[in-house]
């Protein structure tokens, strides 16, 4: 009896340890407004601070995809609107240009706070709201990743 009891825990710790916890991630999208996140398959955030290649690759996707109404972007800092609007800057990104509207800033590094970012991009693919997979975009990563969208101006809202 022992034996099938022991059974038991083992199976269900490796079930438990393999199921996705997304609380943190789901504690922070929840601060999104409901109208940024209507319609959103993909959610990408992208740091300010962190890997500089992959925060570039990023921010050309973004560039690209900005109208897209099933993706939505997030630019996330550690410190102040102002590290965002420099970093921006320097990429000619023009936040007034009405084509940016979409984009958020989280300027009070909630994504930060909730310990969700730290120095790679993070991509969330989303069924009818809800987390389904979380893909940290490293170094290794980022190309295939935003490769994998394969999206075209014509698709653009």
Do not use: W
């Not at 393999?18 to 996140?37: A, G, P, Q, R």
């Not at 900005?66 to 939505?72: D, F, L, P, S, Y």
């Not at 940290?136 to 994998?148: I, K, M, Q, R």
């Amino acid at each position: 009896m022992n034996k099938v009891v022991f059974s038991f825990l083992i199976l269900l710790s490796v079930l438990v340890s393999c199921s996705e916890d997304y609380t943190k991630d789901k504690v922070f999208l929840d601060t999104l407004s409901k109208e940024f996140m209507e319609g959103k398959k993909q959610i990408l955030i992208i740091p300010v601070e962190g890997c500089p290649g992959c925060r570039d690759k990023s921010l050309n996707f973004m560039q690209r995809n900005i109208g897209h109404k099933e993706i939505g972007f997030v630019l996330t800092t550690k410190r102040s609107l102002k590290d965002i609007r420099l970093m921006l800057m320097s990429k000619e990104i023009d936040l007034s240009d009405k084509k940016f509207e979409p984009l958020v800033l989280d300027t009070e590094s909630k994504a930060y706070q909730t310990g969700i970012m730290d120095k790679f991009p993070v991509l969330y693919q989303l069924e009818n709201g809800n987390i389904k997979e979380k893909h940290v975009l490293s170094a290794s990563y980022v190309d295939e990743a935003l490769n994998s969208f394969g999206l075209r101006e014509s698709q653009l809202k």
